[in-house]
């Protein structure tokens, strides 16, 4: 096999099984349970995945999506295939997308394995352009329980996402055969030739085209899904009087950001980044179609000032500035500090500055300790020098007369 062949083939399978952005999995951040929902819930998991981040052979993926909906950090991307299968309903005639899975005995314009390997952003944007009937019937006789939980997580964040007024309205739940009939609509040849070419300029096919290859200036790789709802939402705002509010899980700042930038590192989706504005203040500022929800900031801050994920209601999912501080700097160095720092200085600064005075402390007491062992070395030369001379002087004095024999004193 030659290498462009080789190279063909591999472009060929991307396309046709999704991919893993091993730099965004929430296993390579320190957490105190490990995910493996990817592994759990796919049907070749022990053959497909060595590790829940690392793949050994993608052969035997049937590309049912149901890794990529389950996904909580969102690394997972669909296939080219499964973007295109997913949003291609929406271009059709009829008002109403029926949904369900390949145990289903009716006629569905949509057929996945399972219903929930729809993810809810992708049931999302469905619903902003058709009405959505999602088959459940096969559900109850389902006996796999990781996939009936997912598929209430998804609805249920559908119901935050939409609300229930919105949801009710544009949503349907059959779960008898004989709830929402499938009523397709027959068109005519002229009909269907004008739907034709009015399908060709809502943007639809432009949407699929760009969606496969999305990626930012960092390389992240991005969500197609995310980013088909948000544009949509923003469609949707532009052509109506009092746009809809959308519930969004976004990070609660709280007034202890400092601005130390640790989440934004963390963040490997880049959904936040901090500003620095022309008064001298600083701004959070969180991108909400690009943010996977999946708490990654909230764990790596280490000051407690994300208070978890809160839901918002949000008119678009572009970019929203959620909290304003005045940055305090660090003396020494210059980077961002709390602002009830006492001494002025970072942790690094403060540790650096502890080290040189416990330094200093240890230089002074060595040339003290110096200056007595000198001090004893000089006593004890003196000490021995003068031991040294008594003798001398003792050897030197003159001896005393000896008495003559026989002559008394």
């Not at 005995?105 to 999302?124: F, K, M, P, T, Y």
């Not at 900031?297 to 970019?319: E, F, N, Y």
């Not at 403060?350 to 062992?373: F, I, S």
């Amino acid at each position: 096999m030659s290498i462009f062949t080789k190279v063909a083939m591999n472009v060929l399978l991307n396309n046709s099984h999704p991919q893993i952005n091993r730099k965004q999995c929430w296993n390579l951040h320190p957490h105190r349970e490990q995910c493996t929902d990817c592994k759990d819930i796919c049907p070749y998991g022990e053959d497909i995945f060595s590790r829940p981040n690392l793949v050994k052979d993608w052969d035997p993926c049937t590309d049912c999506g149901l890794c990529v909906s389950v996904c909580r950090a969102r690394c997972i991307s669909p296939s080219t295939e499964q973007v295109q299968h997913d949003l291609a309903p929406t271009a059709s005639d009829n008002d109403t997308i029926w949904i369900g899975c390949e145990q289903s005995a009716r006629h569905n314009d949509l057929v996945r394995a399972c219903v929930g390997a729809l993810s809810w952003e992708a049931l999302a944007y469905l619903a902003l352009n058709k009405k959505l009937v999602l088959d459940l019937t096969p559900c109850g006789a389902c006996e796999n329980d990781r996939c009936a939980q997912l598929l209430r997580d998804n609805l249920t964040r559908l119901v935050e996402f939409l609300g229930e007024p919105l949801f009710d309205a544009r949503i349907t739940l059959a779960y008898q055969p004989a709830d929402a009939p499938y009523e397709a609509k027959e068109l005519s040849r002229r009909e269907m030739f004008a739907h034709m070419s009015d399908s060709s300029k809502n943007g639809a096919k432009q949407l699929l085209r760009q969606l496969p290859v999305l990626q930012d200036s960092d390389d992240n790789q991005i969500q197609p899904f995310r980013y088909a709802l948000s544009e949509r939402v923003k469609q949707l705002k532009t052509a109506t009087e009092t746009p809809f509010h959308y519930g969004v899980y976004l990070p609660a700042f709280t007034s202890k950001c400092f601005g130390c930038g640790r989440c934004e590192k963390n963040c490997k989706a880049g959904a936040i980044r901090f500003e620095n504005l022309a008064d001298g203040q600083t701004r959070v500022v969180i991108t909400p179609w690009k943010c996977s929800e999946c708490g990654m900031c909230v764990s790596s801050c280490g000051h407690k000032a994300i208070d978890g994920m809160k839901l918002r209601q949000l008119t678009s999912l572009g970019p929203v500035s959620v909290l304003r501080f005045k940055k305090n700097l660090c003396k020494d160095c210059g980077k961002p500090i709390p602002a009830d720092s006492a001494d002025g200085l970072c942790a690094t600064c403060r540790v650096k500055q502890r080290t040189k005075q416990r330094q200093a402390l240890a230089a002074e007491r060595a040339k003290a300790r110096a200056a007595e062992r000198a001090a004893e070395r000089a006593a004890q030369k003196a000490a021995q020098e003068t031991a040294g001379t008594a003798p001398a002087a003792a050897a030197g004095a003159p001896a005393a007369p000896a008495s003559a024999p026989g002559n008394p004193h």
